[in-house]
């Protein structure tokens, strides 16, 4: 499974895609501050996104529309783009991140990976647990 063929973006994708419940997705982005003027014609990153943000600029990812997000992201962004990443359903954080893939911890009962998401994620590792 290969989502872009950017190592460290596909690594935060593949994050993405072994969330299994409906999160926002809050990214520190390596970006010039007017990404977050949606009111720009130009800024084709921010439009990209610009209907899965919430109030915050926090993704809101579904289940139903996770697979569209993953390649909204994987088309529109490139390497170095995304810094740091947290995963949040309600008001529990179930996973947080960098985009080189330092993987601070993974909630085990919100993400199920695959062989195909662990071949993504070879030189890294996992940490599997439950904030407290």
């Known amino acids: 499974m290969k989502f872009t063929d950017k190592e460290y973006l596909n690594k935060t994708l593949t994050v993405i895609d072994a969330c299994q419940t409906d999160s926002l997705i809050e990214f520190s982005f390596n970006l010039p501050v007017d990404f977050h003027d949606l009111s720009n014609t130009n800024n084709k990153k921010g439009l990209s996104i610009k209907r899965f943000l919430d109030e915050d600029f926090k993704l809101k990812m579904t ?70």
Do not use: M, R, W
């Open 63 to 132: 289940q139903q529309n996770k697979s569209d997000l993953i390649s909204v992201i994987a088309h529109n962004f490139k390497e170095g783009d995304i810094c740091h990443y947290a995963f949040y359903t309600g008001n529990l954080k179930i996973g947080e991140g960098f985009d080189h893939c330092v993987i601070n911890f993974l909630n085990p009962k919100y993400f199920i990976f695959s062989d195909s998401h662990f071949a993504n994620l070879i030189d890294d590792e996992v940490n599997f647990t439950e904030l407290i």
